[in-house]
């Protein structure tokens, strides 16, 4: 991989997106790395959470930059065709972070603007650093966010508040894109990975296939009406009674012990 870093330890995966040259914009190449990374990164039975940040710049400054977008160079001469075709190449690897069963976590150290914003609204839980800014600054190269940020905005923080970001193009810091609901928590930057690890680690304390079918409890019930999800979310929690990890848990509760939980 030319643009991103993968290390995993306790069944905790850090994908940093590496171009220090362009404060990590996304590619065409970075796209399909990523594609391709998630697809192997899904298929490991030792990975139970993504964390996702920026690499550092080319200052060496971790930093600088989550994303700091498409990358801009790439799109200037794009045909109509073409910057639809680059608009859906995004769609399969931010479609991956937000389904996959794993847990993913976006860790944002700097800039999160146009792309790199919508890429950690793929994201299933947002960590920023003190010192990250947020925008979507399309419209103001007069395009439109094209990496799913006009859906996943409004549906993340509302209609109004993500009409006013994406018309006006604001930056906006972490702290009032916490205020906000954009992201789950701010912290100092120095502490942003530790605080990641950590939201990490407790989760990995859970049953991890609960964990997973929570997630696509909540992501396919999203998009239902609430009679539709409410049977969607029955049909999910039956289906967790044939594993162990139920009758563990609940006995274990019975017991008044800590769960010995199997992921299974
Ligand atoms: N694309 C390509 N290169 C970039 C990008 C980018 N998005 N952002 C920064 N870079 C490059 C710069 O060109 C520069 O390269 P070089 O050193 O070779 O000149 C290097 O990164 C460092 O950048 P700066 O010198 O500008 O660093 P500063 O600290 O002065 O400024 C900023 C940092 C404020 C982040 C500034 O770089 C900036 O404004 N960048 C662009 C931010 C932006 O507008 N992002 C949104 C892009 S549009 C988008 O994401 C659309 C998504 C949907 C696409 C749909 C597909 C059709």
Redesign the pocket.
Known sequence: MNNLHLEVENEIAVLSITRP???N???SETLQELDTVLIEIEARDDVKVLILTGGP??KDNPY??FV????????VN?SPEE??A??LR?ASPFFRLQNMRQVTIAAVNG?A????C?IAMSCDIRVAADNASF?Q??V??G?????G?TQRLARLIGAGRAKELIFTCDNIDAAEAYRIGLVNKVVPKEELLDTAKKIATKILGKASHAVSVAKKAINEGYDLDIKAAVALEAKLFGELFAYSDQKEGMTAFAERRAADLKDF
């Open positions: 040259g362009a404060l914009a996304l590619n710049d080319k600088k930059s700091a977008g498409a990358d801009i160079s790439e799109m794009l910057a639809t680059f608009a995004a800039f603007l146009g792309g790199g919508e925008a600054p399309e103001g190269l395009i439109i966010p094209g990496f940020g």
